[in-house]
């Protein structure tokens, strides 16, 4: 299955190099990313989103961190192999990068996926549904999770906060963190 993970915003520059942002969160930034994204590909879609036109594969040549936009997804410019020039980077606009996948890495989570989970307590008490999962410009996301009496609450989604996801089951385990509940 190709998995959508990015689009490609626009060209930045004349050496082949474009913006673009990533669709998914992680638990533990830092992970190497050119890694993650060698041997995508970019394609376009369809208003149906049948996959119309692929581009490459392409390797991700070199990726780093470029800014955060307006709505709370950081940009990265990304510079792919053996794309040099300002006409190709162009024709990539607009388009989406994905992955051949069958399974994704250790600690990378898709925010649908994410969505889906119910919050519990060290104590496997139900605290609440997880309704959204937003990056700061801490590096690190939040989940935004109501609660019974519809309060939202925000959880850092990081390894000292969050025991275990289990995607299976729905269900994201909190350590016992002093204070992490009361907001």
Known sequence: MILRIGKVLRAKGLKGELVGQFLFSRIMPGVGDDLFFEKSVIFSVEKSTNIKNFFGPYKVEKIKFYKWSKNSFKKYIIKLKDVNDLNTTTLLTNTFIGKEIDLLP???????????????????????????????????????????????????????VIEKIDLVHKKISLKNVDGILEQ
């Open 106 to 160: 250790k600690n990378v989570f898709l925010v649908s996926e994410l969505k889906k989970c119910e919050l519990y307590d060290d104590k496997n008490n139900f605290i609440g549904k997880v309704v959204d999962v937003v990056e700061n410009k801490n590096y690190y996301a939040l989940l935004v999770v109501k609660k019974n009496n519809s309060e939202e609450i925000f959880i850092p989604f990081v390894k000292d």
